[in-house]
């Protein structure tokens, strides 16, 4: 651990993001000053991406009970609903502005990519997809490298991924000039009970890391994701995830297979702010703790720093705890899919102060001691409650009266008419739609012709039967 000189000042706290006060905080959580590593770690964790610490408040107010709720928002990787016949819809909506920004056709794929992730961690079987985009005044060069990017980016991974992307919306104004807004959803099926969970207990168990190998993209994209868009944004460009479909769709079935045995404690898909944001908020949810080995990570880089290990945001992997003595069990199904599967740690129990404290080692020394349940939203992280206005505009609005409107002359009309038909917000979106594969895939199909909602037919997960089943006797 660092010396008393070496540990992080103010000023440090300041670059990733954090205020005074939360330096102060994260002091008085761990009874002591925080090294480089831990104050990266709580920047990460407690950043308006991870924690929601500005938005929390207005979240709650939203409806989440149901009868058929069978997982709450907040409560696992994505929502779960019962759809009736044994059956349960997952879906999840994210966004990746700010990725979208600087690199939009990484931002986008990697929105696409882990909006899947949220699913298919759920023990559910993806079958459409949706998008939601905003974007600047058209006529300005940087909207439409925006626009052509986030089209072909979702497109791109969305159709070799192999889910149909029945749907979406697009709509431009000049608010959207420095910061687009890209939401991606996804939605999949998982038979009642079948579903899993982001979760981790059982002293002992082993915790896994699978699928890619990590590397430095995407460090503090979690604090990049919270700040305001500016023209040094720019020189952040490491911090846009690079995604591999391809790899994805491995993943996928690989992830589905191992749910199947029944061994899995608790999976949740590495997105914003990598292994520290799986590791933290599992133990939080199972209180219960980790630890975990950086150097059995697997990496594509040499020399990689603890930090940067746990806050790689690279694409395309997981942490899975799974019931101690079935390690070969997993090991085998990803080795059959050629993907990387190394246990990096063991979960541990929770202390007599806490609810489960994180231990991280790099090269046999401890490089950060934290408290599992202080890092994330509903634990310890910051809440505020900002201040806010109506817009001017709302209330000219609502002055409006469509019987106010003098009569207009029929050349006037034309006029308008013209003007709305080749509006942004109006025209045709058969260029964005062409994009995208709305047929893809065989187990769920979709309506294919522009209409005002998608249909998508619902068969279960068990059809088409996983691709393991058809490779293996």
Known sequence: MDTLETL???????????????????????????????????????????????????????????????AKAGEENAGLVDIGDGLACSFKIESHNHPSALEPYQGAATGVGGINRDIFTMG???????????????????????????????????????????????????????NPLVNAFSAGIVEVGKSAKATSYGVGNPVFIVGSATGKDGIHGATFASEDISAASTDKLPAVQVGDPFMEKLLLEATLEIIETGYVI????????GIICSTSEMSAKGEHGMIIDLDKVPTRQPNMAP???????????MLVVIEKGKEHIIQGIFDKWDLNCAQIGEVTAKGENDLGRLHFYRYGELVADVPAYDLVLGGGAPQYEREYKEPAYIKEYAKFRIADVDDIETDEIRKVAVHLLSHPNICSRKWVYEQYDSMVGTANRSTNA????????VKGPAYPPPISRLLLP
Not at 450 to 457: E, G, I, M, Q
């Open 266 to 273: 608790g999976i949740q898909d590495m997105g914003a702010a």
């Open 450 to 457: 522009p209409s005002d909602a998608a249909v998508v037919r």
């Open 124 to 178: 559910a079987r993806p079958i459409a997809q949706l998008n939601s985009l905003r974007f600047g005044d058209l006529s300005l060069a940087k909207t439409k490298r925006l626009l052509r990017g986030v089209v072909k980016g979702i497109g791109d991974y969305g159709n070799a991924f192999g889910i149909p992307t029945v749907g979406g919306e697009l709509f431009f104004d000049e608010c959207y000039n420095t």
């Open 8 to 70: 992080p000042s103010l000023e440090t706290a300041r670059k990733l993001g954090l205020l005074p006060e939360e330096f102060d905080r994260i002091a008085e959580i761990l009874g002591r000053r925080p090294n480089f590593t831990e104050l990266s770690i709580f920047s990460v964790m407690w950043s308006e991406h991870c924690s929601y610490k500005n938005s929390i408040l207005w979240l709650k107010t939203l409806p989440r009970d149901s009868d058929r709720m069978l």
């Open 307 to 317: 930090f940067e290990i746990l806050l790689s945001e690279s694409q395309e992997r």
